[in-house]
């Protein structure tokens, strides 16, 4: 680009009076308008001069007050020369050309930074918007100026009506400097793309990246942010508003007029929102590589099971997988036919299963049912957790890069510790519930815009829709999450009192509409789930169940430096390996607290880690190598509705999105280090703490074959319609295959016995599987090397009255491990032979069978 005026080298040789009348004004400038052209040769000389009498009658006509700048993209027209003519009757008009055509952004960044003003306003060669809006922004910076805003964005109302008036902020942030910030404005149009407007910047409602182009910025910030860009089309008002909200600062909106252009070329037009279009993608580009290597990172983790869905199992999945499959085909089973999506009978029969108080995430299992129609149940469960996996890996980098760094590569690192954490890991192995938590930091930002006060209706009503979907993901998460949160904000309440309390009204009134929204949407399936059939009041599931203070520096058994033995002896099983976040990763953390002390977010972070990790204890501490035993914090909450179902140890899996943060916050200021040697050391920290912690694939085995007396469907013939399927042994919690079984049954069998949480008792506890009756222990302690009993009548009677009471339709005993023995107590019990059918042996214990 060269600057072209009237007082320039060449001009002042052919216009001499001009240059002699109008001498260059070198000062300060009040406000420059900057108006990019390309072939504007029909309405560039109405635009001068509309702008030029508005802001000598606004501004006054002094060399200081202001400057129009015309930033000309290698126009092929006349273009140019107009506008070096106004600018030799007008000193303070200056033309700045450029040598090629490069779009709209480039005119636009070469137009900004040759301005001086204290205030840039971008305006369009068409005057679409007309001059006198500008009072319109002035009145806003000035009325909103002292209350942060960092701009305001003009919504065009066509044919002369203006657009409801509204205000979005986005709050100057710990992890963009600590910086007080003050005022500038940009009101921009809007268009009709709603594609673009998507991809453009999320956050600021309304705004599309096709814009009329009217704005008015802060000069030093419009320099530094237009310096920045790198986008040479019409999609750099988007580059620009996002590079702007991630410095803190704030971008209101401003309604505006916008009036039809009768020179307007449509060809062009169209032109230029198919070129934003591809901009946009190119800015979106780096998101999208982090969200392509979280996908991977994830088919990673799980790439031993798509191998092989068909053949190929969870190794420590336990009876988890059979579970959730099965949750998966019920949902599908049951909407499919139009029945309940709440309860089911097909196992645990005659009492059936309250599937609202099972983790059947019923918001992904139901959305995806032409999923599982068109390829099964164990494609779908893959898929939930890979995808979901990867999913709540991108929105914790989300919520981290738009708040708190400015890297993306930090963020994508705190986004990944954040999913791929050890416990993480762990939980992946059968519980989709705790994989699957994309929607968290969609609830967490969402709680900090009602901090903000902007719109806490809107926020509010968001908030409570968000909630209401993470219900039926999980609740347990969600409840976690919450008691979380809790911890953060008393903790911010002790770094930061005034501005905590500052926005507790706001969010107290969000939390309150939030609220208004969930109970009409869940008041009736939360009533099935606490007191509709098979609910239960809290779940029983030992006294161990918190953690190990040595688990808190060990490692998980798919971590890479990881020992299996160690963390079985630590943990209830595999999948429940809350914490092994490893010393290093944990020193890591304390490291970058103290480093970063001063930031009062992360003291906040440090006592919320802190706590939890302290809450996931248990209600009574082992001192690791001693007797001693010392009550725990958690025992202040054992007794509290809800956390009496809550397995304590879990609570401490809210340190891996704390220590993401924490990761995120180090490498931000890590990279932006001017010593390479400080760069290096710092990088080899933090590779040296995550090393050990990276995640194995999960381990597979292979899944054990459906008996052909189900495949075949030879079981029509001996189970009818309402009868149940007796397998021996009865599916529980330690064995539940029959549940596959039953999926690739299409579900036309019900079951007796299964794996679920029920009620147990008149208490109504909660247990995981059916009521345990004689029969069903009985066939499970021969099974697995019991002697059997010397059968008595006492027994026959026994078995006649729990084969009804299951309303048995057949009894079926597939060839396995202790089969004869098996075969042989069940026909005494039953005075009579089985059939043998396929691979299987069978009583028919209909009516009048037994």
Not at 473 to 489: C, D, K, N, R, Y
Request: net charge negative.
């Amino acid at each position: 680009m060269t600057d072209t005026t009237a007082t320039g080298e060449a001009e002042a040789a052919e216009a001499p009076e001009a240059a002699e009348a109008a001498p260059v004004w070198l000062g300060a400038v009040g406000l420059s308008v900057v108006i990019p052209a390309h072939d504007d040769a029909h309405r560039i000389g109405a635009t001068l001069d509309a702008f030029r009498a508005h802001l000598d009658a606004r501004l006054g006509g002094g060399p200081g007050d202001w400057e129009l700048v015309v930033a000309d993209d290698a126009s092929t027209d006349a273009t140019a020369a107009l506008v070096e003519a106004a600018a030799a009757d007008e000193p303070r008009i200056r033309l700045i050309r450029s040598e090629h055509h490069r779009g709209r952004g480039a005119a636009l960044r070469a137009g900004v930074l040759a301005s001086a003003g204290e205030r840039v306003l971008l305006a369009d060669a068409g005057l679409r918007t007309p001059p006198a809006e500008l009072d319109r922004l002035e009145q806003a910076l000035g009325e909103e100026g002292h209350e942060g805003h960092e701009g305001h964005e003009g919504h065009e109302s066509h044919e002369g009506q203006e657009s409801h008036e509204s205000h979005e902020g986005h709050e100057s942030h710990e992890g963009q400097g600590n910086q007080e910030q003050q005022g500038a404005t940009a009101a921009l149009g809007r268009s009709g793309n709603r594609l673009v407007r998507a991809l453009g910047v999320p956050g600021i409602p309304g705004f599309r990246a096709d814009t009329c182009g009217f704005a008015l910025f802060d000069g030093d910030r419009a320099r530094a942010a237009f310096g920045a860009s790198a986008l040479d089309g019409p999609a750099i008002d988007a580059e620009v508003l996002r590079w702007m909200r991630r410095q803190g600062w704030q971008v209101a909106e401003v309604p505006v007029r916008r009036t039809p252009d009768p020179a307007a070329r449509p060809r062009r037009a169209a032109g230029d929102r198919r070129r934003a279009l591809a901009e946009l993608f190119r800015l979106n580009a780096g998101g999208l590589a982090v969200a392509a290597v979280f996908i991977a990172l994830s088919a990673y983790v799980f790439h031993g099971l798509w191998a092989d869905l068909d053949g190929r199992y969870l190794k420590d999945a336990l009876q988890d997988q059979n579970q959730w499959e099965w949750f998966v085909g019920v949902a599908t089973d049951n909407i499919t036919h139009l029945r309940n999506p709440l309860f089911t009978t097909a196992q645990g029969m005659p009492d059936g299963v309250n599937l609202m108080a099972n983790a059947t995430m019923l918001g992904l299992t139901v959305p995806l049912i032409p999923v599982t129609l068109l390829f099964g149940e164990t494609v779908t469960f893959a898929l939930v957790l890979t995808l979901g996996m990867a999913a709540s890996a991108w929105t914790w980098y989300w919520l981290i890069r738009r708040r708190l760094v400015q890297s993306r590569w930090a963020a994508a690192a705190g986004g990944a510790l954040a999913a791929f954490a050890p416990p993480m890991v762990s939980h992946a192995n059968g519980h989709p519930n705790f994989v699957v938590l994309f929607m968290l930091p969609l609830i967490i930002d969402r709680a900090l815009r009602l901090c903000e006060g902007r719109n806490v209706v809107r926020d509010g009503v968001l908030l409570g829709l968000f909630a209401t979907y993470q219900i039926f993901l999980g609740e347990e998460p969600l409840l976690i999450a919450a008691l979380g949160m809790l911890v953060f904000s008393l903790a911010y309440l002790l770094v930061d009192r005034r501005r905590a309390l500052a926005a507790a009204r706001p969010l107290g009134l969000g939390l309150v509409i939030a609220a208004g929204v969930c109970v009409p949407l869940l008041i009736l399936p939360l009533y099935w789930q606490f007191f509709g059939p098979q609910s239960y009041h809290s779940v029983l599931h030992g006294d161990n169940a918190g953690n190990s203070p040595r688990a808190l520096v060990e490692y998980a058994a798919r971590s890479l430096f990881g020992d299996a033995e160690t963390a079985g002896r630590l943990s209830l099983n595999t999948t429940e390996q809350n914490a092994f976040y490893g010393w290093p990763l944990l020193a890591l953390g304390v490291a970058v607290c103290v480093w970063m002390w001063r930031r009062r977010v992360v003291r906040a972070l440090a006592i919320t880690g802190a706590v939890v990790l302290a809450l996931s204890l248990g209600p009574w501490v082992p001192v690791p190598r001693t007797d001693v035993v010392l009550p725990g914090p958690w025992r202040l909450m054992v007794k509290l509705p809800l956390f009496e179902s809550v397995i304590e140890g879990r609570v401490a899996m809210v340190c891996a999105p704390v220590l993401g943060v924490l990761l995120a916050l180090a490498l931000d200021r890590i990279v932006r280090m001017r010593t390479r040697e400080l760069r290096t050391l710092g990088l080899l920290a933090v590779a040296a703490a995550l090393i050990p912690v990276l995640p194995l694939p999960l381990a597979v085995r292979e899944r054990a074959p459906v008996p052909a007396f189900i495949t075949s469907g030879a079981w029509k013939g001996y189970v009818k319609d309402g009868e149940a399927l007796v397998p021996v042994p009865l599916p529980d919690p330690g064995q539940a295959d029959a549940l596959h079984w039953q999926v690739e049954a299409d579900f036309g069998f019900r079951l007796a016995g299964g794996y679920f949480n029920g009620p147990w008792g008149p208490d109504r506890i909660g247990i995981y599987g059916a009521t345990p009756r004689h029969l069903s222990n009985l066939l499970r302690d021969v099974r697995y090397g019991a002697q059997p009993p010397e059968i008595t009548p006492q027994w026959r009677e026994q078995a006649r009255q729990d084969l009804e009471f299951w309303k048995a339709g057949a009894v079926v005993l597939p060839f396995q491990d202790r089969g004869v023995e098996l075969r042989d107590m069940i026909s005494e019990l039953l005075g009579r032979q089985p059939l043998k059918v396929e691979d299987a042996w069978v009583w028919r214990v209909g009516p009048g069978q037994v």
